[in-house]
């Protein structure tokens, strides 16, 4: 694979810059990393607000007919929670020059794109627009409760929410509807000046521009920034307490169960990789435990499938179930949980687990998008690490391992979403 | 056996193309610096197939959802089923059913022959019982249900339901939980044997993978065998909606609104270059630099939601605007009023340019991704093209192609509106 490259900017501020000239395209993103606990409204809408328009391009008219010019140089924005940093995130793809029609220089007027929203925003007598931000306003709260129509979305944020509603990660990371509502265009303004200032920053390149180059222009727009990064420390809970259970009623046809576990983990450092490889047996893929016996043996569902977030300590469960069979749902989930504690699980098992993550981990070096997230999304961590070094970690777990990793994993918070729609009801 | 190489130099990209003895067409674009490889075995065979065609020629209904409910069942066998062989070998292994396909996959970056082996043997191998009927009918049963809780899956149905009088698009590709009670086991064996010959079907593969290595494991798996390609009944339908309105109560907070125009049309295909110039006319009207798209969202009609989408296949075609909106009917209505517009001004010089860059860029981008090869590589196939066609227009359509397009779709007749409002409690 092509070699990574990383390059101080400024303080907190560093590029990690990918050199390959097989794709299509490059890519540009900025990772920006606050503690989950300002003004988070303040930042979600800041991140939309800059990728609607800039000094240059005035309006979003304007700059998505500039966006056409670049051969539909693709534009995204979005929000992220990861452990407890709040993570905004803006990049930008653009076909390489090698392929415009007119032998235009695409990946460079991408790339001053992406700076010029980012460091100058369209303000007015220095500030941003009321109109933009109200317009903002508008859309962050449809997008956010757009999300969580989706009744799969709805129940696993509804559990973390209520599983975590003492800690900061239990919070949206959109901030409250109040919290929008009430937003204004100096708050906007502050989540600007503070973002420059203080969130950890990671550019990612991935393309056939030269890093140094690329250095060279960011060093330049930080070296007027005081900057004074701000650290995230993010809480963790390693046993869950007395198993808490919530449920709401909706006019939905499929209940969904969402059960969160904490994952044995009473601070970053204690994450171990047999952790993950533990939670794929449980219920990665169509070989995990769960996928084989909660769906295919007992025909409960269509999906039953956990996940674990290291960067908080949260293995959760996830299943699309008729409301009836509840029960019989939790109880088959965890009679394997404790299958896989008690190491009631085959070596073919758990050697599909480290193929397929194995085999994800080289997938990443085949999409710039993937690759540029893989990056991005260690900006916190001391070391980046690239697939391969993370394959050899993963390499590295035993089966032993994983009966260890199970039995510190235990249950904190069951929800269900209990669909109370009959059938008929959907009749025209 | 009859082999090319097809070649794009503008791209930098080549494929091979293959007619096996078996009868199966192979398609092998090469990568050599990627990692994986993406390869799909597929069948012309989707949700709209709602008939087979007897030995006399006459069409017989077979219930709705069985291409769906087949491609479940195929990945089981007698000993091992696919999912355990691929387990083995780390791939990563899924299928689909879309409207006019049926596709299987996998993705890996070792052992590709083994892989390809274990895909093409599991496909030709189907077995089914009426317990493993039965038990499917259950997961499937609840993948229905599923669906039916998501609003932007539910708004497209009901539009379908109400631009189509009888077609067979507005039936959900899984079926109804009521048609796939009927499936059997033997059912299952006739539609296998009367859709899944080999020259109804393509293999279609993209990534580090040499045309020697896909043929080295064909010729050893493929079963030649007497089967055709199917045909598929065209009726055309009348050029005005069955309904141009409905409705449906959902739990969300925002209602959803899709707006479809229907395509009268009097052959089932739609052609590379039709689709293009539909594809700029939808950008130009309502994509994100238009005046149309900044109206809508500075009135607060709309939000990042919203979406526009050429949908079309065998024997339908439409043009679809939609997303979420406090005020449905006034943002359909807006939509309307600038189609409209458009069709009685044409399209400028400028707007044409504009969207076209925008689609090549497109185009270009999509040669990143070795699964979406493969994908356009089977689609290609199937429609009786070739890959770099899509490219190839695009450089070479004129506005007076996009503006001829213009005059034959998006008559205000022929539009329905589907809207998915919250429930009222």
């Not at chain 2, 096996?20 to 990692?35: A, C, E, M, R």
């Not at chain 2, 064996?189 to 290595?213: I, Q």
Request: proline residues 2%; negative net charge; contains cysteine.
């Amino acid at each position: 694979m092509s070699d990574l490259r990383q390059i101080e900017i400024a303080q907190g501020v560093d590029l990690c810059a990918v050199k390959t000239d097989m794709f299509k395209t490059g890519r540009i993103s900025v990772t920006m990393a606050l503690p989950l606990g300002g003004d988070i409204a303040a930042n979600a809408a800041l991140v939309y607000i800059l990728r609607r328009s800039c000094a240059k391009y005035p309006d979003f008219t304007s700059l998505n007919g500039h966006l056409d010019e670049l051969y539909g140089a693709a534009l995204s924005a979005s929000v992220t929670k990861l452990g407890e940093a709040q993570t905004v995130n803006l990049s930008i793809s653009a076909i390489d020059d090698r392929f415009a029609l007119g032998g235009d220089s695409v990946l460079e007027s991408a790339a001053e794109l992406l700076l010029c929203m980012l460091f100058e925003p369209k303000l007015v007598d220095a500030n941003f627009t009321q109109e933009d931000v109200d317009i903002e306003k508008r859309l962050l709260l449809e997008r956010m409760l757009s999300e969580l129509d989706d009744k799969t979305v709805y129940a696993m944020r509804r559990c973390q929410e209520l599983m975590c509603a003492d800690e900061p990660f239990g919070q949206s990371r959109y901030g409250t509807r109040e919290d929008i509502l009430s937003l204004t265009p100096d708050r906007i303004y502050a989540a600007w000046k503070n973002m420059l200032a203080t969130a950890v920053i990671r550019f990612v390149a991935v393309g056939s521009a030269d890093a140094d180059e690329i250095a060279r222009s960011l060093k330049k727009r930080f070296e007027s920034i005081e900057r004074r990064p701000a650290a995230t420390s993010t809480r963790f809970i390693a046993e869950a307490g007395e198993m808490k259970y919530h449920s709401e009623e909706m006019a939905v046809k499929q209940g969904k169960l969402v059960m969160g576990f904490r994952a044995g983990m009473a601070r970053k450092d204690d994450y171990d990789s047999a952790m993950t490889v533990m939670c794929d047996v449980f219920g990665g893929g169509t070989y995990s435990k769960l996928f084989s016996h909660v769906r295919e043996k007992m025909s409960l569902c269509y999906y039953c499938s956990s996940r674990l977030d290291k960067e908080k300590g949260l293995m959760m469960v996830q299943s699309g179930i008729e409301t009836e069979n509840e029960e019989k749902a939790r109880a088959a989930i965890l009679e394997q949980l404790d299958a896989v504690r008690s190491g009631d699980f085959t070596s073919d098992t758990f050697n599909a687990s480290i193929m397929s993550i194995n085999e994800t981990l080289r997938s990443y070096d085949d999409s710039p998008e993937v690759l540029c997230q893989w990056y991005s999304m260690q900006l916190l961590e001391d070391v980046t690490k690239t697939t391969e070094e993370r394959m050899a970690e993963i390499n590295a777990v035993t089966q032993e391992q994983i009966s260890e990793a199970a039995n510190k994993v235990t249950l904190d918070t069951v929800f269900m979403l209990i669909g109370t729609k009959e059938d008929g009801e959907d009749e025209n | 056996m009859k082999t090319e190489i097809i070649e794009n130099g503008r791209l930098n990209e080549s494929y091979y193309r293959a007619e096996h003895p078996s009868g199966l067409t192979i398609l092998v674009l090469t990568k050599p610096d990627y990692t994986g490889s993406h390869a799909i075995f597929a069948a012309k065979y989707g949700s709209i197939d709602t008939k087979i065609q007897d030995a006399d020629g006459a069409f017989r209904d077979i219930p709705a959802g069985t291409a769906h409910f087949l491609e479940h069942k195929l990945f089981e066998s007698e000993d091992l089923d696919a999912f355990e062989r691929f387990a083995k070998t780390g791939a990563y292994a899924n299928a689909f059913t879309s409207f006019d396909r049926t596709a299987y996959i996998f993705s890996c970056s070792q052992s590709f022959k083994e892989n390809l082996e274990i895909l093409l043997d599991f496909v030709q191998s189907p077995y089914f019982s009426e317990e493993t009927v039965r038990k499917e009918q259950g997961i499937i049963g609840q993948e229905i249900r599923m669906y039916k809780d998501v609003a932007g899956w539910q708004v497209m149905f009901n539009l379908l339901g109400a631009l189509y009088h009888e077609n067979s698009v507005k039936i959900d590709i899984a079926g109804t939980e009521e048609s796939i009670a009927g499936i059997s086991a033997d059912m299952l064996y006739g539609c296998y044997k009367n859709f899944y010959s080999l020259r109804n079907m393509v293999l279609a593969v993209a990534g580090n993978v040499t045309p020697e290595d896909v043929l080295e494991v064909a010729d050893r798996l493929l079963k030649a065998e007497e089967g055709k390609a199917v045909q598929r009944e065209f009726k055309r339908e009348p050029a005005k909606p069955a309904r141009t309105y409905v409705e449906e109560s959902l739990a969300v907070s925002t209602p959803n609104f899709l707006l479809g125009y229907k395509e009268d049309i009097s052959t089932p295909e739609r052609s590379v270059k039709e689709s293009l110039c539909t594809e700029i006319i939808h950008e130009v009207i309502a994509g994100k630099s238009s005046p149309l798209y900044k109206r809508l969202l500075e009135d607060g009609l709309i939000n990042a939601g919203f979406s526009f989408e050429h949908f079309a296949g065998y024997g339908f075609a439409c043009s679809f605007f939609g997303g979420e909106s406090a005020k449905p009917q006034e943002t359909a209505d807006e939509i309307k009023k600038e189609v409209a517009r458009i069709k009685e001004t044409g399209i400028s010089g400028q707007s044409f340019e504009r969207a076209r860059r925008k689609l090549y860029g497109g185009m270009v981008m999509m040669y990143n991704d070795v699964e979406d090869i493969a994908r356009d590589l089977m689609e290609a196939h199937f429609s009786g093209t070739g890959l770099f066609d899509t490219v190839e227009t695009c450089v070479s359509l004129t506005l007076e192609d996009v503006n001829g397009r213009l005059r034959e779709i998006l008559d205000g007749d022929t539009a329905a509106l589907s809207i998915i409002n919250p429930i009222v409690h």
